[in-house]
């Protein structure tokens, strides 16, 4: 009977301690973001401000670790496998999440089955500039250039199936451009090659190019955005003479498929209200980007459209990596 006994007041006290761990407030521990591109990018920076600042928030560590490798499919599909319990995020730029899926034969992750959206963070725009050398000051300049001169310009891209070979793509099929694809084992490269005039162009981020702009380097001709960005509001966006040149690039926050719609509530509602402080407005803007705190379900819509569009335009370019 002693026995019986104590079995139930064994069971119930297990029963207590698991009722008390769920009713433990979230976060109870420190919660890893991945981010699956290197450290020291926009994204990388974007992550450490808001770590530091839920940290502050919420009582808890935040820690950034970068998973790097295959184009940002490493970290994205460590996060994943991970437990749906709000302690592994994943905040990853929107070519990792939107265009990888499309331009790798095969993918360790499902964009959409394996992650709950939680919202975008930020937007980077994507600059086309060119060499000084160019005679071109604005994109219709450029575009006559390249037809009265078939095959002779070159456009550098950060490598084969990258944002920027893709956007490039873009361009020489809407106007009907030859123009010569040089991929580049990253976007510095491509870069240090544009400044010396060994290619003529490229597309890259607002973060990358915008100091050899403002050091005369490197001329820009427009922003690819559908409206002109507050980080240089005099100059043109490229959709202004090419109306299907514009993209959205952005970056987004997202936790493992399955996790509590109350943690997912949580965490939307406390970074959006970092984002929205004039501090962190300002911090982003010193980094060449902007804040831009959305909804789950806006993230959601937005992961599902930027998925077909790159799918065709991954398509078109005949752009696929093993």
């Known amino acids: 009977m002693n026995g019986m006994k104590n079995w139930k007041l064994f069971a119930a006290t297990l029963l207590w301690l698991a009722g008390s761990s769920w009713a433990q407030p979230f976060p109870s521990k420190p919660i890893t973001i991945i981010v699956p591109q290197a450290p020291g990018g926009a994204n990388d920076v974007i992550a450490r401000a808001i770590a530091n600042k839920l940290g502050n928030r919420l009582g808890q560590v935040f820690v950034v670790d970068n998973k790097t490798g295959a184009g940002g499919n490493v970290g994205t599909s460590f996060v994943a496998r991970t437990s749906a319990d709000g302690y592994t995020l994943l905040l990853t730029a929107q070519s990792a999440q939107t265009i990888n899926p499309a331009l790798y034969r095969k993918i360790p992750f499902d964009p959409v089955k394996d992650f709950a959206p939680i919202m975008t963070v930020a937007t980077a725009p994507y600059l ?9 000051n604005n994109l219709r300049d450029l575009i006559a250039l390249a037809k009265a001169n078939p095959g002779k310009l070159n456009i550098a891209s950060a490598g084969n199936g990258t944002l920027n070979h893709l956007m490039a793509e873009m361009l020489k099929s809407a106007e009907g ?97 970092v984002l929205q402080t004039q501090e962190m407005k300002d911090f982003m803007m010193s980094q060449g980007a902007v804040a831009a705190p959305s909804t789950p379900d806006e993230l959601a819509k937005l992961l599902s459209e930027d998925l077909l569009r790159w799918a065709k335009i991954v398509k078109e370019a005949n752009a696929q990596i093993d």
């Open 128 to 136: 086309l500039v060119v060499n000084p050398g160019v005679a071109a």
């Open 177 to 273: 451009l030859q123009i010569t694809h040089v991929p580049y084992k990253g976007a510095a490269a491509a870069a240090t090659d544009l400044v010396s005039g060994q290619v003529q162009m490229t597309f890259g981020s607002f973060p990358g190019l915008m100091p050899f702009v403002r050091s005369g380097q490197l001329r820009a001709l427009g922003v690819a955005t559908a409206q002109r960005t507050p980080l240089a509001p005099d100059l043109p966006t490229l959709a202004e003479t090419v109306p299907s040149l514009q993209v959205n690039s952005w970056y987004g926050l997202f936790a493992p498929a399955g996790t509590p719609k109350a943690i997912i509530t949580r965490l939307q509602t406390e970074i959006a209200e």
